[in-house]
């Protein structure tokens, strides 16, 4: 095999908001990015893993008619690749009923070549083999010379995936990868490292290509990327939004004809001419770097907003108790959906403080929010005189306390049913995790944005936010004030839970990491603090099995990342 001079290949990476479900939308989508290509000159075009169904489709999968449409859809927009080589993600069945995670490779109004993907990822948030079957054949099609190999989303994640075997490496002139990976802090970190070191590894460009959106608990972040065969970032899609990212890419034909037993079996050949590397003209620019907190609250605006747009939702209630998760929480529903479609509720009781209903009014003042205001004092009297008239006995402590969170989720659960509108909630990950919270309480909602966002978290969150413009929309007194639920005279936080640094340090460990409570106590976290904080996540599985979903921002959220028993006497 010899190799000709490097030629240029424009390609344009279709970086699109996907709806799971929405065929028709999603197949519209593709045709607008593919005559946005074609006008951008682009030689190849590719679209995110499982185009047309949206990702993850889960058990839309077992109908029949869901399926077909997808296949459907794929045909419909043939007519509009032309002369463009687009590599396309969807759902393909074969005569025995069996389903394939794939990816179409369109050229010339013609399906070229079907691709299904071989490493089916099952953990985490990830069920695949529960729908798909495992493909067997590599693809490489070859473009006048220039052979693309092709890979879908967990075929480059696996070191024995087929993508780092030598004769596979030898035999392609360029990697696509078309995924759908969701977002958690950090994980663009993680999958440019592993892109440079395959792009390296089997010299040949490495063209990556990711989905954005929100879905469900999900949020994906783009950024799609495209390196040279050294594993140089060319450009890098921006982070969280729509993109068509469109770059000119050196790439190194084969020249020659070369036996069909020196490439995988799965092989395809289409007549193309390619202009010389010397006319590469498109360089786009890498996009800049998000801090942490920058990114998190992104994807928190990101998927926010997605699962209220997507359900057909117009406007959210948020009870505003003049605390930093429901000032936090509202600050992103607002940069989610604009001030005018947030309604802010506060809801004071008889041990609600002057200042905090102050602060909860300030802020909706601040964010430009309509507020209402229900009082809850008579209500709350007379559920304990009802209470107590049959018990004959006083109703104190806990029970009162959870009273107060019950009558406000009921009040805001009845203005969500007179108006329609989506009530969101205000609890974060360290409340959820050692449940203090209220089941049927501040737990009543239909999206929690927060409840992956540790409380240490939500403090940093708030103060970069407060950073950019409107400033200092979240008051400073919120800011300095011990959190506390105001359900009792002089209540703190701190009475029940550990100091939040401590907590979120622990849950780190034990939820996140999986780590054992003998080594977590190593780490410098008291033996009788240790195994309070176990108890508390351990005992309080249910209340988060009936949590309202919630965008995950973290390597392992609650949910579909961790899936503990609820009936469970394991003590280790």
Not at 8 to 32: E, M, W, Y
Not at 214 to 227: A, K, P, W
Not at 465 to 473: E, I, T
Request: aromatic share 8%; proline share 5%.
């Amino acid at each position: 095999m010899t190799s000709k001079k490097f030629v240029r290949l424009r390609a344009s990476l279709a970086q699109i908001n996907t709806t799971v479900g929405d065929i028709p939308a999603n197949a519209g989508k593709v045709r607008a990015s593919l005559r946005k290509a074609r006008n951008h000159k682009s030689n190849l075009v590719i679209f995110p893993e499982l185009t047309l169904t949206g990702y993850p489709p889960e058990d839309l999968l077992f109908r029949e008619n869901f399926v077909r449409e997808n296949i459907k859809a794929l045909k419909s927009v043939l007519p509009f690749t032309g002369s463009l080589i687009a590599v396309l993600g969807f759902v393909d069945r074969d005569s025995c009923g069996n389903l394939f995670n794939a990816a179409a490779v369109l050229a010339d109004k013609k399906i070229i070549h079907i691709y299904h993907k071989a490493e089916l990822p099952n953990y985490g948030v990830f069920d695949e083999r529960r729908y798909f079957t495992q493909g067997t054949a590599p693809a490489v099609i070859d473009f006048g010379g220039v052979r693309l190999g092709v890979s879908i989303c967990e075929d480059i994640w696996q070191k024995n995936s087929f993508v780092y075997h030598k004769e596979y490496r030898d035999a392609v002139s360029l990697l696509v990868n078309i995924s759908a990976s969701p977002y958690h802090a950090g994980k663009q970190k993680e999958r440019i490292s592993l892109l440079k070191r395959l792009a390296a590894r089997i010299q040949a460009p490495v063209v990556y290509g990711n989905l954005t959106g929100g879905q469900d608990e999900l949020v994906f972040d783009g950024r799609s990327l495209v390196l040279d065969r050294s594993g140089k970032i060319l450009a890098e899609a921006n982070p969280f939004e729509e993109q068509l990212l469109t770059v000119d890419i050196p790439v190194k034909p084969f020249s020659g004809k070369t036996a069909r037993t020196s490439v995988p079996a799965s092989y395809s050949s289409i007549k193309r001419v390619w202009p010389a590397a010397s006319a590469l003209k498109k360089r786009a620019s890498k996009a800049g770097r998000l801090s942490l907190e920058e990114e998190v609250y992104k994807a928190l605006v990101l998927g926010t907003g997605d699962y209220i747009r997507k359900n057909r939702f117009e406007k959210v209630l948020i009870g505003l108790s003049g605390g930093i998760d429901s000032a936090l929480a509202a600050r992103i529903a607002v940069d989610a959906l604009g001030a005018q479609n947030v309604i802010g509720v506060t809801m004071p009781s008889p041990y609600t403080s002057g200042e905090t209903l102050s602060d909860a009014k300030r802020l909706a003042g601040n964010l430009g929010i309509h507020c209402l205001e229900f009082g809850i004092e008579a209500v709350l009297k007379s559920y304990l005189e009802i209470m107590e008239r049959v018990l004959h006995e006083s109703v104190t402590g806990v029970t009162e306390e959870n009273l107060q969170a019950r009558i406000r989720g009921n009040l805001l659960m009845a203005l969500s049913n007179k108006y329609g509108y989506l009530v969101l909630t205000t609890g974060n990950k360290s409340e959820m995790a050692t449940g203090y919270c209220t089941l049927y309480g501040d737990m009543a909602g239909g999206f929690a944005v927060l409840k992956d966002v540790p409380k240490t978290l939500v403090f940093r969150l708030a103060r970069t936010r407060n950073l950019s413009a409107p400033k200092d929309s979240i008051p400073a007194s919120i800011l300095k004030r011990a959190p506390t639920a105001e359900l009792r005279l002089g209540q703190k936080d701190q009475d029940i839970l550990p100091p939040y640094g401590l907590l979120d340090r622990f849950l780190e460990c034990y939820v996140e990491k999986n780590m054992p409570i003998n080594r977590i106590i190593k780490k410098g976290i008291a033996k009788s603090t240790a195994y309070k904080i176990k108890r508390m996540v351990d005992g309080n599985e249910y209340k988060r099995r009936q949590a309202p979903p919630g965008v995950k921002i973290t390597p392992k959220a609650f949910g579909r990342d961790r899936r503990m028993p609820i009936t469970n006497r394991f003590a280790g």
